[in-house]
Antibody, heavy 120, light 112 residues
Framework: QVQLVESGGGLVKPGGSLRLSCSASGLSITDYYMTWIRRAPGKGLEWLAYINSGGRTIYYADSVRGRFIISRDNAKNSLYLQMNSLRDEDTAVYYC?????????????WGQGTMVTVSS | DVVMTQTPLSLSVSPGQPASISCKSSQSLLHRDGKTYLYWYVQKPGQSPQLLFYDLSSRFSGVPDRFSGSGSVTDFTLKISRVEAEDVGVYYCMQRLHLPFTFGPGTKVEIK
């Protein structure tokens, strides 16, 4: 079955850290840009970060730059998001997505999402 | 950052009737390669977002042809020729030309 599966979400206190994982099965992420996107409760989608296939090209949204770190391990077919200095406003469902270069980078395959709740 | 705006923010449509969502970007999404880096996604209730269109008007695999994407430069439109019950969800436009990439606020489509 072709899928991306996120894990690592949960409840964390403000200022805390969490590491999300995105594991691919039935498909390879090796040659693809990968992206993290979130949706906060009652809000819309927010693009957070992407990483190129080799892991050298990375870009973050202003809202997470300096606090979140995107990384990947192609040997494990996995993507990660290290989230530090978490704030209440980081509460959201976090999705990983594979960006397809044949579709001009469109996020064509998405995971089911993992919920992160930041609360004291 | 490029600001994406959508109108309306909510839409209630009777089955079989057409629907149209407008999206505007604060900067041109036309690249010198001739492509327009405007995308449409929908998030249906309880599901992950899914791709509808890329490059402005290229329909993604499996998307019914009652959906169409059009527009140019900074003004874009998603149309549904005949809305069906399964089309309920929140529709987002998104630009992938200028970093950071940005989504519109979303348009919630409901069935009357």
């Amino acid at each position: 079955q072709v899928q991306l599966v996120e894990s690592g979400g949960g409840l964390v206190k403000p200022g805390g850290s969490l590491r999300l994982s995105c594991s691919a099965s039935g498909l390879s992420i090796t040659d693809y840009y990968m992206t993290w996107i979130r949706r906060a409760p009652g809000k819309g989608l927010e693009w957070l970060a992407y990483i190129n296939s080799g892991g050298r090209t990375i870009y973050y949204a202003d809202s997470v730059r300096g606090r979140f770190i995107i990384s990947r391990d192609n040997a494990k077919n996995s993507l990660y998001l290290q989230m530090n200095s978490l704030r209440d406003e980081d509460t959201a469902v976090y999705y990983c997505a594979r960006d397809d270069y044949l579709l001009s980078g469109a996020s064509a395959i998405w995971g089911q999402g993992t919920m992160v709740t930041v609360s004291s | 950052d490029v600001v994406m705006t959508q109108t309306p923010l909510s839409l209630s449509v009777s089955p079989g009737q057409p629907a149209s969502i407008s999206c505007k970007s604060s900067q041109s999404l036309l690249h010198r390669d001739g492509k327009t880096y405007l995308y449409w996604y929908v998030q249906k209730p309880g599901q992950s977002p899914q791709l509808l269109f890329y490059d402005l008007s290229s329909r993604f695999s499996g998307v019914p042809d009652r959906f169409s994407g059009s527009g140019s430069v900074t003004d874009f439109t998603l149309k549904i020729s005949r809305v069906e019950a399964e089309d309920v969800g929140v529709y987002y436009c998104m630009q992938r030309l200028h970093l950071p990439f940005t989504f519109g606020p979303g348009t919630k489509v409901e069935i009357k």
